[in-house]
């Protein structure tokens, strides 16, 4: 008896007095913040609903007005995320935020394209500085550079 007070005084401080904030409301205010996929909504609001199915009722009423988008979702942690960590672990944090499959597997392989882009211009960044610093050694490093490289000697020569 005394858990079930404390849980009603507990909701009680969150409100002001004699009015009560909607399921709506409180996902509406949970949105305004970030994106949210609809299991995370699901999650936080579950303690909230007063009678079973409500919840639902709300969250698809704005889903239907575009408030909850799975793809904003992605692109949001894609966002954030994606300069601090990597892809395993940017992977596992959209499935714990209970994502479509297909979703994050597009997620994932946007990702990889994005990293192996980087990748090819830092080298091609470290290249060029290679050869402005040596000089003579302009005609040995294209020899001298991985096959995955191998394209930057083109490169250059567009470039003369």
């Known amino acids: 008896m005394n858990n079930i007070a404390n849980n009603a005084t507990e909701k009680a401080k969150h409100t002001p007095m004699g009015f009560t904030v909607s399921l709506k ?15 995370e909504l699901v999650k936080k609001l579950k303690p909230f609903e007063a009678s079973p199915g409500e919840l639902d009722k709300a969250l698809d009423e704005l889903q239907a007005k575009d408030f909850i988008n799975e793809q904003r979702v992605v692109d949001s942690v894609l966002h954030r995320r994606s300069a601090k960590l990597g892809t395993a672990r940017i992977k596992q944090e959209l499935q714990s935020k209970g994502l479509d499959a297909g979703a994050v597997l597009d997620a994932v392989d946007l990702l990889k394209a994005q990293n192996w882009k980087e990748h090819v211009k830092c080298g091609a960044k470290n290249l060029a500085r290679q050869r402005k610093a040596h000089p003579q050694m302009r005609r040995k490093v294209p020899r001298s550079v991985p096959s995955k490289y191998a394209f930057y000697s083109a490169v250059d020569l567009a470039q003369r």
């Open 25 to 39: 409301g409180r996902a509406l205010r949970l949105l305004s913040g970030r994106e949210y996929s609809r299991a």
